[in-house]
């Protein structure tokens, strides 16, 4: 079943990240973010950010500014949390910090928990189940990856379980994932970007700056134009409602690359650019 199919409509263009927003201020910056016109919007237990969440929805939706169900709210299922019962138990712990009836959608963070190099498959196949049950009980749209590459989602849907709606990837110009793209596209999973300013370095990235300043382009509306060439919806973090408002404005109105300019922007890629977390290492070796 498509990512369509699940959530009953497709993705908006951007969604706004939460992690490492001033925690002081997260309620008042997301609050200002669905007041701009953001939709989707991204968090997680590890982020601490789902309680701001929550309150911020339900001040927006309080204030007539969008209703409950014009908004998608993502959070993620934590790598110690994998397992059938253990998935139930988070998701529950999820909704009470978030205070609403439903999640839209839920994401598995990581394919490989720190020393489940051995039994990560079945634990994926295990906590996936709980992940389908969620849904068929209405209390999630739609079930979703994080950092899954082809063969972790190959393992997940062998037994003909339902194809993840989502699956959410590090992509950014450094970093291009050009194979999991491809894949994900083959198997109607929609694709977003986390870090797509590779958390702040591209704005600094001189080769980057000048590629963007050539097509008359700022670095982010060329990070937003190759977002929607490739058919991904960038997760955007900022603590600025200058940037939270100029980045839902221009991925919006961002066109599309041309063929010709897509294959230039192949020259950013370089595998070894990802950020490096201990859960990528693992990852990439299974
Ligand atoms: N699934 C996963 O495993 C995973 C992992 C990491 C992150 N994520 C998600 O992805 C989200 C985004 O990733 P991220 O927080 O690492 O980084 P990011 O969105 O790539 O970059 C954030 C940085 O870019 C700056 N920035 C944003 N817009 C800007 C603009 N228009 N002009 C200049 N600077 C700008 C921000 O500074 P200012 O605050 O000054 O604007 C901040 O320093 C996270 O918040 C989280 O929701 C998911």
Same mark, same amino acid.
């Given at each position: 079943?498509?990512?369509?199919a699940q959530l009953n409509r ?37 982020y601490g950010s789902e309680k ?29 949390? /994998? ?84 699956? /959410? ?36 990235? *001189? /080769? ?12 982010? *509306? ?27 404005? /221009? ?36």
């Amino acid at each position: 079943m498509s990512y369509i199919a699940q959530l009953n409509r497709g993705l908006p263009e951007i969604g706004l990240g939460t992690a490492n927003l001033v925690e002081d201020r997260a309620t008042e910056l997301i609050e200002f973010a669905i007041k701009t016109g953001y939709r989707l919007i991204d968090t997680a237990p590890v982020y601490g950010s789902e309680k701001a969440v929550g309150l911020a929805v339900k001040k927006a939706s309080g204030g007539g500014y969008c209703r409950r169900e014009d908004l998608l709210i993502e959070t993620k299922l934590s790598n110690e949390d /994998q397992g059938y019962y253990s998935t139930l138990k988070a998701f529950d712990r999820s909704l009470n910090e978030l205070q609403l009836d439903y999640i839209d959608i839920y994401l598995i963070h990581w394919p490989i928990p720190k020393d489940r190099q051995s039994d990560y498959k079945e634990l994926n196949r295990q906590t996936w189940a709980a992940m389908q049950e969620l849904r068929e009980k209405g209390l999630v749209k739609a079930i979703g990856v994080c950092n899954f590459l082809p063969r972790h989602i190959e393992n997940l849907i062998s037994d003909g379980a339902t194809v993840p709606a989502i699956n /959410q990837l590090e992509l950014h110009p450094e970093y291009q994932e050009s194979e999991g793209i491809s894949y994900c596209r083959e198997k109607g999973i929609q694709v977003e970007a986390w870090s797509p300013f590779r958390n702040g370095k591209t704005f600094s990235n *001189e /080769q980057i700056k000048d590629f963007s300043s050539k097509l008359s382009l700022s670095v982010s *509306e060329l990070v937003y134009a190759w977002n929607k060439s490739v058919g991904s919806v960038p997760i955007v973090k900022s603590n600025s409602k200058e940037h939270i408002k100029s980045n839902f404005e /221009q991925c919006v109105s961002a066109k599309l690359l041309s063929a010709e300019q897509l294959e230039e922007f192949k020259v950013f890629d370089d595998p070894e650019a990802h950020m490096g977390y201990w859960n990528y290492k693992r990852q990439l070796a299974y």
